[in-house]
């Protein structure tokens, strides 16, 4: 005996739904963990490469597990305000976030100021910005310092520290207004020289 016929129009229609939302969710971009494959520090843009492949439902119906392509000319963020930035050399391997605009940034991009949409779009692959600073569990930080404030080397091997009353530089050299002073003495020196360097 076969499937009644309205149960097989309700199947149709489900699958119809099913298909048509899974469209519309593919093509949503929110966030995503990136991986930087070039840096440019002319541009501060980035070519990036999405680190997590998604399904994508074939011709057949059938999923197949797909990379997307890579991200170009991604505007890269750093902290930045008050006419002072906090900058770091990105390099290739660098993992970090990737964020996609709720619209089309292009104008805004090339011109800054308020801007009108150059294409209408919304969550798109072009339309990437990338954070640094986001590492998966391979990438974790050794020694992290639960108590104080640091800005330091990944390896911990210099590194300025922040704790309650005093600020801890450690470091092989530290150069100072041109001063290059990798000892005790030199640092008394130039404390005794009234810590200012000759022209």
């Not at 971009?29 to 930087?36: E, F, H, L, N, T």
């Not at 597990?65 to 008050?82: S, Y």
């Not at 619209?103 to 090339?110: E, H, L, Q, R, V």
């Not at 104080?148 to 100072?176: M, T």
């Amino acid at each position: 005996m076969g499937v009644p016929i309205n149960e097989r129009i309700e199947k149709s229609e489900l699958e119809f739904y099913n298909i048509l939302v899974d469209r519309i969710f593919s093509t949503l971009r929110v966030c995503v963990p990136g991986i930087i494959q070039e840096f440019d520090p002319t541009s501060q843009t980035a070519t990036v490469k999405v680190a997590i492949r998604e399904q994508v439902r074939q011709e057949n119906l059938e999923y197949k597990w797909t990379e997307i392509p890579q991200l170009l000319d991604v505007p890269v963020v750093f902290p930045r305000g008050g006419g002072y930035v906090l900058t770091f050399p990105v390099k290739q391997g660098d993992e970090c976030l990737v964020i996609f605009s709720d619209m089309c940034i292009d104008a805004w991009f090339s011109l800054g100021g308020i801007q009108n949409q150059i294409e209408k779009r919304r969550h798109d692959l072009s339309d990437a910005i990338a954070i640094p600073g986001l590492w998966s569990q391979p990438k974790v930080l050794k020694d992290y310092s639960t108590k104080h404030v640091e800005l330091r080397s990944e390896d911990r091997s210099q590194f300025i520290r922040i704790k309650e009353g005093a600020i801890d530089l450690v470091a092989p050299s530290v150069r100072v207004n041109g001063v290059n002073m990798t000892t005790q003495e030199a640092y008394s020196e130039w404390i005794d020289g009234g810590g200012k360097v000759d022209e």
